[in-house]
């Protein structure tokens, strides 16, 4: 294969990838933005709805599709529930300081990995994909699901802006982001916005990971990579601006998915992890973001 | 913070635990000799995270780093080099104390949450190098030191780490000397700066301090002791793993300075102690240890945030260094 093929091929390797990472990070970058926790725990999420959506496909018969969309409705509803337990047990006695709930989510991060491990064990199983159709291009062909991944996730991302500007929802958490205080005094509910944005984020990474299922296979460790993508996207992108984070996801997918095509993918992370470092030290309001209030 | 003027029982107070540490040495059973001789040196590192996580309020999630450029610095110029003990020793220092300057200069630029997170990628970055040169390193798998390269010959004098008694002993002169410069440090003016730093950084500055700097030399001064550490546990017990470089041993050493009571000089015994323990009692009953880790992380910042020796001291001892 010559090279214009194989750069076509890591391109859309690297789309899929984007496509996933940008609906992780826009999770992560939500809850930090509304609530200002940084949620370690964001990655174990990811993974807790790869899991579940190998169980539930595992539990329906029948065609693929049918457990798939099965796990694609009720793996995140599940995470969710997770996460709004978490937030009312853990970080909402925390006051949300930015500190303690850091060392918080560490450990949720490991009861989550242990309890996974414990339950579901360290084989990598994989989710049957709903369908196998093929797109053949003229040098090679081309997993029809890996598109509809690029395609879904941009269908959830204009929906998340949609909620986010257009409605009253939005609305409320935008004046809880802007001015905690204030948007209580003016009867808004701060606390359950709280909840919701925590178990709105890890829905995102769920729903995130039963998409990537059917790629990658489920497996107990595979939430760190995401948690330090998610965080990379979040620091380039700037802190809850949806459209850096969208920006940021694209760039460093591609940039992933091609590096590691040409290169040694652990080189590939060592320059991205440093890179994003020095961004974070010399421009800490990210490369799209505008500076802190 | 309540450092009253009672230097005479602090010296006391010090003293007793290391003669007692001293005396196990002959009394212990031999397992948990051997236990006791890690606790120390992983206490050590744990020391040195307090001294910047406790005294001056940085929480860094990178630590690892540190630990790992002195279990690195130690066990490649022995193993590829030739190098003796104190020389292996010394580099493992030297090499904590660079890459401290580094990171400090880099990483302190940034304030709350971003340092952690600074301070975690700079520490991941140093994971994926020493999985990258694994031609050296043997990346995740490590590599062990000779046996016959882990002695020291001082004129007649023939020391052999591999020893029982000799590791014990070894551990117990690194763990006495950080214990008293922590406490040195503490009682100094930079330690009192280092304190102020962490109650009001803004009001230290009006006051006249650079607190750039002083916070630097904390970074400095912990990682060395970090560093140290590291190559001590290389050099006593024989193996170097990019393992110990995981983000997971950037957050033990939080864990053990949390539950032992941060801002405390023998909290991270204390911790490092108890937390050894539980895990070793726990992994009779189950293998999910960090589930244990966890649970005891989410219940100490819940319920527990001083941590033993702090809260012993805000009930009863009040000079408690």
Same mark, same amino acid.
């Given at each position: 294969?010559?090279?214009?093929?194989?750069? @076509? +091929? $890591?391109?859309?390797?690297?789309?899929?990838?984007?496509?996933?990472? /940008? !609906?992780? *990070?826009?999770? &992560?970058? =939500?809850?930090?933005?509304?609530?200002?926790?940084?949620?370690?725990?964001?990655?174990?999420?990811?993974?807790?709805?790869?899991?579940?959506?190998?169980?539930?496909?595992?539990?329906?018969?029948?065609?693929?599709?049918?457990?798939? @969309? +099965? $796990?694609?409705?009720?793996?995140?509803?599940?995470?969710?529930?997770? /996460? !709004?337990? *978490?937030?009312? &047990?853990? =970080?909402?006695?925390?006051?949300?300081?930015?500190?303690?709930?850091?060392?918080?989510?560490?450990?949720?991060?490991?009861?989550?990995?242990?309890?996974?491990?414990?339950?579901?064990?360290?084989?990598?199983?994989?989710?049957?994909?709903?369908?196998?159709?093929?797109?053949?291009?003229?040098?090679?062909?081309?997993?029809?699901?890996?598109?509809?991944?690029?395609?879904?996730?941009?269908?959830?991302?204009?929906?998340?802006?949609?909620?986010?500007?257009?409605?009253?929802?939005?609305?409320?958490?935008?004046?809880?982001?802007?001015?905690?205080?204030?948007?209580?005094?003016?009867?808004?509910?701060?606390?359950?916005?709280?909840?919701?944005?925590?178990?709105?984020?890890?829905?995102?990474?769920?729903?995130?990971?039963?998409?990537?299922?059917?790629?990658?296979?489920?497996?107990?460790?595979?939430?760190?990579?995401?948690?330090?993508?998610?965080?990379?996207?979040?620091?380039?992108?700037?802190?809850?601006?949806?459209?850096?984070?969208?920006?940021?996801?694209?760039?460093?997918?591609?940039?992933?998915?091609?590096?590691?095509?040409?290169?040694?993918?652990?080189?590939?992370?060592?320059?991205?992890?440093?890179?994003?470092?020095?961004?974070?030290?010399?421009?800490?309001?990210?490369?799209?973001?505008?500076?802190?209030? | 913070?309540?450092?009253?003027?009672?230097?005479?029982?602090?010296?006391?107070?010090?003293?007793?635990?290391?003669?007692?540490?001293?005396?196990?040495?002959?009394?212990?059973?031999?397992?948990?000799?051997?236990?006791?001789?890690?606790?120390?040196?992983?206490?050590?590192?744990?020391?040195?995270?307090?001294?910047?996580?406790?005294?001056?309020?940085?929480?860094?999630?990178?630590?690892?780093?540190?630990?790992?450029?002195?279990?690195?610095?130690?066990?490649?110029?022995?193993?590829?080099?030739?190098?003796?003990?104190?020389?292996?020793?010394?580099?493992?220092?030297?090499?904590?104390?660079?890459?401290?300057?580094?990171?400090?200069?880099?990483?302190?630029?940034?304030?709350?949450?971003?340092?952690?997170?600074?301070?975690?990628?700079?520490?991941?970055?140093?994971?994926?190098?020493?999985?990258?040169?694994?031609?050296?390193?043997?990346?995740?798998?490590?590599?062990?030191?000779?046996?016959?390269?882990?002695?020291?010959?001082?004129?007649?004098?023939?020391?052999?780490?591999?020893?029982?008694?000799?590791?014990?002993?070894?551990?117990?002169?690194?763990?006495?000397?950080?214990?008293?410069?922590?406490?040195?440090?503490?009682?100094?003016?930079?330690?009192?700066?280092?304190?102020?730093?962490?109650?009001?950084?803004?009001?230290?500055?009006?006051?006249?301090?650079?607190?750039?700097?002083?916070?630097?030399?904390?970074?400095?001064?912990?990682?060395?002791?970090?560093?140290?550490?590291?190559?001590?546990?290389?050099?006593?017990?024989?193996?170097?793993?990019?393992?110990?470089?995981?983000?997971?041993?950037?957050?033990?050493?939080?864990?053990?300075?949390?539950?032992?009571?941060?801002?405390?000089?023998?909290?991270?015994?204390?911790?490092?102690?108890?937390?050894?323990?539980?895990?070793?009692?726990?992994?009779?009953?189950?293998?999910?240890?960090?589930?244990?880790?966890?649970?005891?992380?989410?219940?100490?910042?819940?319920?527990?945030?001083?941590?033993?020796?702090?809260?012993?001291?805000?009930?009863?001892?009040?000079?408690?260094?």
């Amino acid at each position: 294969m010559s090279f214009g093929p194989h750069l @076509l +091929l $890591a391109t859309l390797e690297g789309l899929v990838t984007s496509a996933v990472l /940008a !609906l992780t *990070a826009l999770g &992560l970058s =939500l809850v930090f933005g509304v609530m200002r926790v940084v949620n370690v725990a964001h990655g174990e999420f990811f993974m807790l709805g790869a899991v579940l959506a190998w169980w539930i496909a595992s539990l329906a018969t029948g065609h693929p599709a049918i457990g798939f @969309l +099965l $796990a694609l409705v009720v793996s995140p509803l599940i995470v969710g529930a997770i /996460a !709004l337990v *978490a937030e009312r &047990l853990v =970080l909402r006695r925390l006051d949300y300081n930015p500190e303690a709930t850091i060392v918080a989510t560490i450990g949720m991060l490991y009861i989550i990995q242990q309890l996974a491990l414990t339950f579901y064990g360290p084989e990598a199983r994989p989710v049957e994909a709903p369908f196998s159709y093929r797109i053949l291009f003229p040098w090679f062909g081309y997993s029809g699901y890996k598109l509809s991944v690029i395609a879904f996730s941009a269908i959830l991302l204009l929906a998340t802006w949609f909620v986010l500007t257009r409605t009253r929802i939005g609305l409320v958490m935008r004046a809880t982001q802007y001015d905690r205080e204030t948007a209580q005094a003016f009867g808004i509910p701060v606390g359950r916005v709280y909840a919701g944005v925590f178990a709105m984020g890890a829905m995102l990474a769920a729903i995130a990971a039963v998409l990537i299922v059917p790629i990658q296979q489920a497996h107990y460790l595979m939430g760190l990579d995401p948690l330090l993508l998610s965080f990379i996207v979040v620091i380039i992108g700037g802190l809850g601006s949806l459209r850096g984070t969208v920006v940021a996801a694209v760039l460093i997918g591609l940039s992933d998915g091609i590096i590691s095509v040409f290169f040694s993918p652990t080189l590939a992370k060592i320059i991205a992890t440093m890179i994003v470092a020095m961004v974070l030290v010399f421009r800490p309001q990210g490369l799209f973001g505008t500076a802190a209030r | 913070m309540n450092v009253r003027n009672s230097p005479k029982k602090v010296y006391l107070l010090h003293a007793a635990v290391i003669a007692g540490l001293f005396a196990l040495n002959f009394i212990l059973p031999e397992y948990h000799h051997g236990v006791l001789a890690r606790v120390m040196v992983l206490a050590v590192f744990a020391m040195g995270y307090n001294i910047l996580f406790g005294y001056s309020g940085l929480l860094s999630l990178g630590h690892a780093m540190f630990f790992s450029a002195g279990l690195y610095g130690a066990g490649l110029t022995v193993s590829h080099l030739g190098w003796g003990m104190a020389a292996g020793f010394a580099a493992g220092i030297v090499s904590g104390a660079l890459l401290a300057l580094v990171i400090g200069v880099l990483a302190l630029r940034t304030t709350g949450v971003a340092f952690m997170i600074v301070t975690m990628m700079f520490a991941q970055v140093f994971y994926l190098l020493t999985l990258y040169f694994a031609e050296w390193t043997r990346g995740d798998e490590g590599f062990v030191l000779a046996q016959q390269a882990r002695r020291i010959d001082l004129g007649d004098l023939h020391f052999n780490l591999t020893d029982p008694a000799t590791r014990y002993m070894a551990a117990l002169l690194l763990f006495s000397v950080v214990l008293l410069a922590t406490l040195a440090i503490v009682r100094s003016a930079h330690g009192r700066v280092l304190v102020a730093i962490r109650e009001n950084e803004e009001r230290t500055r009006m006051l006249g301090y650079d607190t750039f700097a002083n916070k630097l030399a904390a970074v400095v001064v912990s990682g060395v002791i970090c560093a140290a550490a590291g190559a001590a546990y290389a050099l006593l017990f024989g193996y170097i793993g990019s393992t110990f470089a995981t983000v997971q041993y950037s957050i033990l050493p939080l864990l053990w300075v949390l539950l032992g009571g941060a801002a405390t000089t023998l909290g991270p015994i204390v911790g490092t102690l108890f937390m050894f323990y539980v895990v070793d009692i726990t992994s009779g009953y189950t293998s999910a240890y960090l589930l244990i880790v966890g649970v005891a992380l989410i219940l100490l910042v819940l319920y527990f945030p001083k941590g033993i020796l702090g809260t012993v001291r805000e009930r009863w001892i009040r000079w408690l260094p």
